[in-house]
């Protein structure tokens, strides 16, 4: 259910690009209290991105859940930017998180919704 995707400019290593996806999904979904089995996690290289007008590391994240709690992004915000800042070597003044909480009726898994 929940899925993380990662759109970044950083010039990251496949090893370090595997180890943010493995540990994201894990540190995430049991932050969430969602099974690890359900979580998903993708991470698109960009070729050119800017922040602020300039084009150093950075990383645009987004968090989608069923049921996402108010106080989620909250608790998720330092944890995410950890992660990421830390395999991606970003300075975390450069990653934004966008949270998206998702209605049942909106999510599709196995041809049906979890409504």
Same mark, same amino acid.
């Given at each position: ?11 990251? +290593? &496949?090893?370090?690009?595997?180890? #943010? ?7 995430? /979904?049991?932050? %969430? ?35 996402? +709690? &108010?106080?989620?992004?909250?608790? #998720? ?7 990421? /800042?830390?395999? %991606? ?27």
């Amino acid at each position: 259910m929940p899925y993380i995707s990662i759109t970044t400019n950083s010039q990251s +290593s &496949d090893n370090d690009q595997v180890g #943010l996806i493995k540990e994201l999904s894990q540190k995430c /979904s049991a932050a %969430l209290s969602k099974p690890e089995d359900y979580m998903s996690v993708s991470i698109s290289p960009a070729s050119h991105m800017a922040f602020g007008g300039e084009a150093a590391a950075m990383a645009f994240v987004e968090l989608r859940a069923i049921s996402l +709690s &108010d106080e989620a992004p909250k608790n #998720l915000s330092p944890l995410i930017c950890d992660i990421v /800042s830390n395999f %991606l070597k970003i300075n975390k003044d450069r990653i934004y998180i966008n949270f998206i909480n998702v209605e049942r009726s909106n999510w599709g898994w196995d041809s049906k919704t979890f409504e």
